[in-house]
């Protein structure tokens, strides 16, 4: 096992009516801004179940933040907070909402232009402004880590960034506030929590079974709650499960001590950026035909994965293999996410642009062995047609 620093300071307040509980987590005294995506948190009484539980605090409300939060729209929260000397932020939303607030947190105090935090990956920030979430889409695990993930749509630009300074002080998960959520975002949710797992786990062996085991169990909890979700949308055990296994997907602590990979991610931003898909389907997209390509240096790890996630024990090895892959691709497909680019509309004709834009942001050596130069990635999405 590698050597490894973990911190998550961040409090987690889960399940049935814990909204209420705002008014203990909020300081008595803060003039609050809370952020939101579209009309759906006011539709589906969340924002006024929020708005109650802060009393009579000061607070202000700033919506339209977009399933891939820009850079365009979070700038103008930057200069509300500023003219309005807010000093506390409350995202209620999914990842997106959570992942714009945190770039608005730290762009409000920032000195520089504020997309320098998104090109320095989030380097040279010192502050932010503090932080808590009420969590209504479970997928990313933004809820419980330092991370954000920014587009700027006049560069075709998706860029992320990291600072121990934007770790939500809270929050707030209840699994109810789920039920009213499109199918279609319930199923990103889950192969996007999926794919995070993976690319935290199947890269090469260290000698981590606490991180293996504890990443395989989430992998099969995922496997077995995703189409229920799907199947019983009101079924609170269920989403409470898929809630939770989305946060511990990514909130770092799977990750401590073992390489890690991002090559899916850094090449689905590209398709996001230039294409408009949501994250997730550049997620299905791309994962499969990357363990088929990379699978001389995962062979380990893919052999280990076809055995205790998929119970694949019978075969030759390249069978095996064969065959975990196809189910993961099976596995997206079933909850109704699309694997191939042409399901998107895309073409071969594409690929030229998205080999440029990577090469443009410097992702010319990805994964756990920066050894995915453009020529693999190519290779990669060309086998993702």
């Not at 504890?214 to 898929?242: H, K, S, W």
Request: proline share 5%; charged share 20%; net charge negative.
């Amino acid at each position: 096992m590698q050597n490894f620093d973990f911190y998550n300071p961040t409090r987690i307040v889960f399940g049935e009516g814990t909204i209420a509980r705002l008014d203990e987590l909020v300081p008595a005294g803060a003039r609050v801004l809370v952020l939101y995506g579209g009309g759906s948190a006011e539709r589906n009484g969340t924002l006024p179940e929020v708005q109650a539980a802060l009393g009579q605090r000061s607070v202000q409300r700033f919506g339209g933040i977009e399933p891939n939060p820009s850079y365009e729209t979070l700038i103008k929260a930057v200069e509300l907070v500023r003219r309005d000397q807010i000093d506390f932020l409350l995202a209620v939303g999914g990842g997106s909402v959570i992942d714009g607030t945190k770039f608005v947190a730290a762009a409000a105090g920032y000195e520089g232009e504020p997309w320098e935090i998104m090109q320095t990956r989030g380097k040279h920030v010192a502050r932010a402004l503090p932080i808590g979430c009420v969590l209504t889409l479970p997928a990313t695990g933004s809820e419980m880590n330092c991370f954000s993930v920014v587009t700027r749509k006049s560069l075709q630009a998706k860029f992320g960034f990291s600072s121990p300074h934007v770790f939500p002080r809270f929050s707030v998960l209840d699994p109810v506030k789920t039920y009213t959520l499109p199918p279609r975002q319930i199923a990103n949710g889950a192969v996007d929590a999926f794919v995070h797992v993976m690319e935290q786990y199947l890269t090469y062996p260290v000698n981590a079974p606490v991180q293996d085991r504890y990443a395989e169990g989430l992998l099969q909890t995922l496997i077995e709650v995703g189409p229920q979700a799907l199947a019983t949308p009101e079924d609170y055990a269920v989403r409470a499960n898929l809630m939770w296994a989305a946060t511990q997907a990514l909130n770092g602590l799977i990750g401590v001590g073992v390489p890690q990979d991002w090559a899916t991610h850094m090449i689905g931003h590209e398709l996001t950026a230039l294409h408009g898909l949501d994250h997730a389907q550049t997620l299905a997209v791309v994962l499969p035909s990357l363990l088929n390509d990379r699978r001389a240096a995962k062979r380990a790890k893919l052999l280990q994965y076809a055995a205790r996630v998929w119970k694949i024990h019978d075969g030759e090895e390249d069978a095996r293999i064969d065959a975990a892959i196809t189910r993961t691709r099976a596995f997206f497909e079933s909850l109704g996410v699309k694997t191939r680019l042409s399901d998107y509309g895309i073409g071969a004709d594409a690929i030229d642009r998205i080999i440029a834009q990577l090469e443009v942001h410097g992702m010319t050596a990805l994964g756990e062995h920066r050894d995915i130069d453009l020529a693999t990635s190519r290779r990669i999405l060309e086998a993702s047609l």
